[in-house]
């Protein structure tokens, strides 16, 4: 299916009938702006009765968990690779949560960036047993969401779906009186 550029509503109303088809993967990717993405995503599973996963916010206490200042020197001296492991394990013992009573919608993922982790191709097995939809920040370039505008998420021919935003004018810049008056 081609990418496709909708507003809010239709996004939803696309997410919604998704939900009651499912196929043998179930991998949905929605780029939102970068802008408001930390507000939409959230929004969106609220508003198709989803679970919610923050990716950030569950990959910062995973590290906690493991070993915060060994990651934390580890990062400062740009090694990844160990993060980036087990965010990948954590991703793919998370993919459990994924079923069919209830969506799961991932989005906040600025830190997939960081470790350069691909969430799609994580996860993409899993969405045998359910709808998963992330919704990142980023662009659609064919059938790849590009988050934050560069790392690619993969999701082998999955529905994507980039969210477009209601034009809103720019505003005229405040030109102060004085120079208005100069330049007449």
Known sequence: MPE???????LL????????????????LVALPV??????APKIAQAL???Y???DKELLRELDE?????HVTLDKKGTLTIGKSLAERWLRKGAARINKEHPLVIGNANLAVRYQIDVANCIYDATQNGLCILAFAGRMQSQVLLLHGTLPQ???GSQAYELLMPFTPPEPPDIPKAVQERLF
């Open 154 to 156: 993969t999701g082998a």
């Open 49 to 51: 009765h989803a679970d």
């Open 35 to 40: 802008e408001t993405a930390h507000q939409l």
């Open 4 to 10: 496709m550029q909708v507003n809010l509503d239709e």
């Open 66 to 70: 493991d070993d915060w200042d060994e």
């Open 53 to 55: 996963l923050d990716f």
């Open 13 to 28: 109303r696309l997410l919604q009938e998704r939900i009651t088809y499912l196929y043998a993967r179930n991998l949905v």
